[in-house]
């Protein structure tokens, strides 16, 4: 979709296929340019803002059709409630409705008048709108031979009318390329684990470059002489040999040490030979969507050249049962030293991310260090589809992405660690087992495991099992793989960590 800002409404004849949008609070006040197209249409805009059921609720939307002298075929007229809640996420919402209803509608083109908002630094809210309609206007019709044309939304240009538009540009050159981030990630996490596998991953994010980010590529025989023995476990049941993808984006001073993200990839989690129930499987596909958010968000930090240094790791593997799989019950040791039972081959992330951390920190030395992982189905019975479970070794790290999750509309929960939890994965045979017994704290437990690889660095762990993908799509993004994560970071980035 292509998103264009400008001054003025287009003027002359009626084209098809095109609307204008007008956003109003709940007092149905117009600002200067909806009032001054309602006077061009003969007071039709007022007329009908008083004859329908629409009181200007946030995101409430309806359209007059066949508008006489309207430059467009519809008169769309959408909500944003009330005026003293107007904020970023007010507009994220409007912006990715006025995406979502004109796509299903047949419209190709619109043009969006935001005005005349008190206490609102218009430019601004129009570049969130602008960012939230792009986002929730993806579309994967890749696989599609014969109904992409009725699948995929019919916008194409959205053109917002702002007096702020030199404003609304400014910051929106920014989104796109996050927007280029999270699209990145969604397709990697949307792609089926025969095209998405550790190398093809890999291969994938060699792309980067082209921006300037600098991209090694671990194979399992270098991870094995790295001592990466709980990483390659989980993927000695799989033909796919695992991979372990560096990205390093220097946009900060020589002696900034840099920030580190570090992502579970796991292609296909077929849970091993603690093999999962067959209904809904096929989910597992997005089990790497930890190690997508940080490929997608390395593309958004270095497509807007972020004045900072970032390293992104992501550990790539297939779980699957072959007859070289690791039993339940084999020991494996860590590139840590420390030694891990694996009870459960289905709880395969923490084995992936125990030797992605140890690795990281131990290369990097990172001031902080924030993981994201499809880790626990708990997290999913906890949180749904709504936040992110979060947690931490450091209170003012797990502050910041509270906040930082608030303003984006990414958020997340933060839950507790303790001693209490971290005994619990303690294993009569070697340092730890990979599961606790018993079901309780199941996401806890999870995180637990990973405070034992991360060495002290201020460290978050982020559990996106309910996040990453939306059975019925959000205010920014439509059904399926959200890129949930690449958002909140490179806000909390930009806010805490450039310059
Ligand atoms: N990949 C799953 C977690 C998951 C569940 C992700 C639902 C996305 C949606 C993870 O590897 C897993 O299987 N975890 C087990 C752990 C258990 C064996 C301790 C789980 O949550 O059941
Ligand atoms: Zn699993
Ligand atoms: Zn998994």
Redesign the pocket.
Known sequence: MKIQFSTKLTEGKTKAKHAIVVAVTDTKKLGANAAALDKKLGGAISRALQAAKFDGKKAQIMSILGVDGLSGDRLTIVGLGAEKDLGALTFQAVGGKIASYLGRHGIKSAEVIFDGYKGVKVGDAVAEAAFSARLRGYFFGKYHTKRKAELQPSLETLTFVTKDDAAAKKLYAEYEKVADGIDFTRDLVTEPANVIYPESFAEACKQLTKLGVKVEILTAAQMKKLGMGSLLGVGQGSVREPRLVVMQWTGGKKTQKPVAFVGKG?TF?T?GISIKPSANMG??KY?MAGAGVVAGLMKALAGRKAKVNVVGVAGLVENMPDGNAQRPGDVVTSMSGQTIEVL?T????RLVLADALWYTQDRFKPQIMVNLA?????I?ISLGEFRAGLFSNNDKLADKLTAVGKKTGEECWRLPLGPEYDEMINSDIADMKN?SEGRGA?SITAAQFLQRFVNGTPWAHLDI?GVAWSGKGLASAPKGATGYGVRLLNQLVKDHYEG
Do not use: K, S
């Open positions: 796991v989690d849970g989910d597992m089990d459960n289905d709880a395969e992330g499809t880790l626990t189905g708990a999913v599961i199941g099992a």
